[in-house]
């Protein structure tokens, strides 16, 4: 094994345990905490450092993850998409880079829109939706799957 395969491997493994308390924190607040979204951040920024010749596909990422969220948040003026979840997509845009990141929110959109629904018959509960735990799966399923699922 390389020490670049060896450090990736420590990274995901952090980002995983910040993502799986991310998804818990929303799920049951439904307010992502700054801290997992800022240790996300130097997540990334190390990973970025990591693979320094592809550094604008990183901020690129950071500012189209970024940026779409903040465009619904802008749309519906707060009540569609919270802070934290586009704080959460900057700092995963920068760990995972342009074309991963808009995965991470494809798959993330997918599966809040498959899952939820199913979840509210069930409950019996209001439409309220946190979605930060269905961007957290989206952005392990990028992490971990992203460049198999993108060479299809």
């Not at 929303?26 to 992502?32: A, L, M, V």
């Not at 997992?36 to 320094?52: A, K, N, S, V």
């Not at 189209?64 to 700092?91: E, P, S």
């Not at 829109?113 to 019996?124: D, G, M, Q, S």
Request: aromatic share 8%; hydrophobic share 55%; charged share 10%.
């Amino acid at each position: 094994m390389t020490t670049e395969v060896i450090w990736n491997s420590i990274l995901f493994c952090a980002c995983t345990l910040c993502l799986l308390g991310v998804a818990l924190a929303d799920w049951k607040t439904y307010e992502i905490p700054p801290c997992w979204t800022l240790l996300l951040g130097i997540l990334g920024i190390l990973h970025l450092l990591l693979d320094l010749p592809h550094w604008s596909d990183y901020l690129t990422g950071m500012a189209i993850a970024g940026g779409i969220l903040l465009a619904g948040y802008l749309l519906t003026r707060g009540r569609g998409i919270g802070g934290g979840d586009i704080k959460l997509m900057l700092a995963a845009g920068l760990l995972l880079g342009e074309d991963k990141a808009l995965l991470a929110l494809l798959m993330a959109s997918l599966s809040a829109a498959f899952i939820h629904p199913v979840l509210i018959k069930r409950k019996k509960k209001g439409g309220t939706l946190p979605f930060g735990p269905y961007l957290c799966l989206g952005i392990f399923v990028a992490m971990t799957c992203g460049d198999q699922i993108l060479a299809i």
